[in-house]
């Protein structure tokens, strides 16, 4: 991949996060990238007095730094801001913030070296991958904590993983056949300032939870099939009587992975039910808005990888170097708290078609939770009861970080965004989801055996398929924990859509 400051889907991002596709900067960057660090090598020359070149940073701008000090002002900038906090993030999280992060300086609007670009490359390439604690940032002036972390490996301090292995960051380095960077002046800043830590964790998470939506999609199906629902209001005119695009779209993939049930042709007729409850009938609809507050919040992250998120950035055509608020995490943070609301409307549509999965006196003929003898076999009674406490958390966990605010910076920074909350949450929440949406699946798929010999539709038994492989019927009570656990990875791996349920436009 050529790096450009171009826009970056999350596809191609995790092309380079998980699959490890090498990176390099492209040569129409060069000239851009050359262009604005002259721009700051002049400004240092005439001893000019310009934001985090040669002042202090928030509260101490008006602090005027010597030009023998300045390379030393980077250096401290980095150490000092190294407040990380908790765990690290995965090495996927840290290579899309990696990969991110030398993008938009490839965009010329950084004063940045061009070595320190590649260098960021090169660390990517050579699977350097430095250990980023995942707490600690408000998401203004950027994710400053993650980012300086990062910035530490590349000096050769703190520390990195490499060859799995945890080690300090200049032995990291070493092994891998690299030398640290030197800082010089404004590229502290330059690797500092940005939206990149909560972009890599929040994108990776929405491409996962852009699965999730056409995996429920497949839950609900089969769910219908097994009590026996209708797909009368998947009609495809009723759509287009309120046409959101991912309303269709929903409808249009229920239709496809319901044609040719058997189930449904076994109650065509004689049936007194009029239509289904809401959490069956309404699944185009639901659904659906899942899909369009996901879109939207794509959209949000596809603007923001081929943008200039540091500051100050300088306009090398005019030599003018502008200080302003390009780093403020607000347009992630709102879009990720909009996707985190929505993926739990998400599991709490599922839930409720787990409950009716198991209900005697919802479930249309099926035992009591599944059981082969209710009374003496629970079934899936507490499979249930988890995936309650699965929504209760993650309805916990969707209150919008956004819509809080602390002053940092002596008053300087008096309004951040909490982006970064917004990400970690939002990752936690398809977590949950996952774990969720596994459970419907193995109830549903003991639904269809109650069913047998009829067949449902070809795309749930192409799922059924898929499930039996990983889990075997519940012909008497197990432990399910494990079973879920492992239909759980199988939707985050893509077990799901490689059998063809996958939306053409996930």
């Known amino acids: 991949m050529e790096l450009n400051g171009q ?10 996060a998980i699959e490890h596709e090498i990176v390099q900067v492209s040569s129409s960057a060069r000239p851009r990238v050359l262009a604005s660090r002259k721009i700051i090598e002049e400004i240092i020359a005439r001893d000019a007095a310009v934001y985090g070149v040669s002042t202090g940073f928030g509260k101490l701008a008006d602090v005027r730094i010597p030009r023998d000090a300045l390379a030393e002002l980077q250096l401290n900038l980095v150490r000092s801001h190294a407040c990380g906090i ?8 840290v290579r899309a913030m990696m990969l991110l992060r030398a993008n938009v300086l490839a965009l010329g609007f950084s004063g940045i070296r061009l070595e ?3 260098m960021l490359c090169q660390m990517l390439n050579r699977r350097v991958c430095p250990v980023i604690p995942e707490k600690g940032s408000v998401g203004a002036s950027g994710d400053l904590a993650p980012l300086a972390h990062l910035a530490l490996t590349l000096i050769g301090e703190g520390e990195a993983f490499f060859q799995s292995e945890r080690m300090e960051s200049h032995k990291a380095l070493s092994r ?4 640290p960077q ?37 839950s609900g199906a089969m769910t219908l099939e097994a009590v026996k629902g209708t797909p009368a209001a998947f009609d495809l005119r009723l759509q287009e009587a309120r046409p959101h695009p991912g309303q269709k779209a929903v409808a249009k993939h229920l239709l496809s992975i319901l044609e040719g049930s058997e189930i449904r042709e076994s109650h065509l007729e004689d049936d007194p039910r009029i239509q289904d409850a809401y959490s069956l009938r309404c699944m185009p609809q639901v659904h659906g808005a899942v899909r369009g507050a996901l879109s939207h919040c794509e959209n949000v992250l596809l603007v923001e990888s081929g943008s200039a998120t540091d ?31 929505a993926i739990v409307d998400l599991m709490s549509i599922s839930e409720r078609r787990i409950d009716r999965l198991n209900n005697p006196d919802k479930n249309e003929g099926l035992p009591a939770f599944l059981a082969r003898q209710p009374g003496l076999q629970s079934g ?18 969707a209150h919008p970080a956004s819509v809080d605010n602390i002053t940092t910076s002596g008053g300087k920074e008096d309004h951040v965004s909490m982006g970064m909350t917004s990400a970690l949450k939002l990752r936690s929440i398809v977590n949950l989801a996952e774990n969720l ?40 009570d197990r432990a399910l924990s494990g079973d879920i656990a492992r239909v759980a990875e199988a939707i985050r791996r893509g077990d799901f859509d490689a059998e063809g349920f996958r939306d053409e436009k996930l």
């Not at 891998?176 to 030398?179: N, T, V």
């Not at 949406?437 to 003991?446: G, N």
């Open 116 to 118: 320190v670009i590649e």
């Open 437 to 476: 949406l596994a459970i419907e699946l193995l109830a549903a798929a003991e639904g269809l055996e109650h069913r047998r010999p009829l067949k449902a539709g070809v795309g749930v038994e192409r799922a059924f398929d898929v499930l039996r492989k990983i889990a075997r019927p519940l012909t008497q």
């Open 7 to 16: 826009k970056l889907t999350l596809v191609e991002i995790a092309a380079v």
């Open 176 to 179: 891998a056949g690299l030398e």
């Open 311 to 341: 500051n100050p950035l300088v306009f090398a055509e005019s030599g003018d170097v502008i200080s302003g608020g390009n780093f403020h995490g607000a347009p992630l943070g709102l879009a990720f708290d909009y996707a985190a609301i």
């Open 86 to 93: 908790g765990d690290p993030l995965s090495e996927p999280e």
């Open 380 to 397: 899936f009674m507490i499979a249930h009861v988890a995936a309650a406490s699965l929504l209760n958390e993650a309805r916990v966990l």
């Open 182 to 218: 030197r800082l010089e002046a404004k590229e502290g800043l330059a690797l500092l300032n940005g939206t990149q830590a909560m972009h890599a964790v929040g994108g990776l998470a929405l491409l996962r939870a852009k699965r999730l939506g056409c995996v429920a999609d497949v």
